[in-house]
């Protein structure tokens, strides 16, 4: 395993974990809260490399927007049923196997922890928004338009 030194204001730390796996963590975590959100995350980190195309990445964009909107709507299920977490799930793993393979890790490393971790977070999110809920006067969509705004920052703080 590779190890990576990472400086931060004068100390050095070694690293165990390759840098690719701290990606994988972050898109992981958004797919389990927005389950788009992390394939378009992942288009841009990957933007121009072999296997990702503009078009697909629009298309996914046009997905992950349609998902924002849904999210707020009284009907929308809970992340946490079958279908939301296996879509998290498969979105978390699909994102993090692109991840590792293009980093030269292969598909598997990246498929397991990004699947493992979108389910994480699809729970640890889902009942986060639910205790502030109960516990304060904001509206589950307004925590809803917060949980983007943590997705948007988390995308960006990958990209940049």
Known sequence: MKHESLSTGGLTRHLIIPEIFLQI????????????????????????????????????????ILELAGDKMPFAPDRTNFLGLAARSVSGGWCGARLSRAAGYGNAPGL?????????????????????????????????????????????????
């Open 25 to 64: 963590a972050g898109v992981a975590m958004a797919a389990g809260m927005r389950a788009f959100s992390a394939p378009v995350i992942t288009g841009k980190l990957l933007d121009g490399r072999k296997g990702s195309t503009r078009k697909i990445n629009s298309i996914l964009t046009a997905f992950a």
């Open 112 to 160: 397991v922890t990004g699947a493992v971790i979108a389910v994480a977070s699809a729970f640890g999110s889902y009942y986060s928004r639910k205790y502030i809920a109960a516990t304060t006067k904001i509206s589950d969509p307004v925590l809803g338009l917060a949980e983007d705004g943590l997705v948007t920052a988390l995308g960006c703080a990958l990209i940049i």
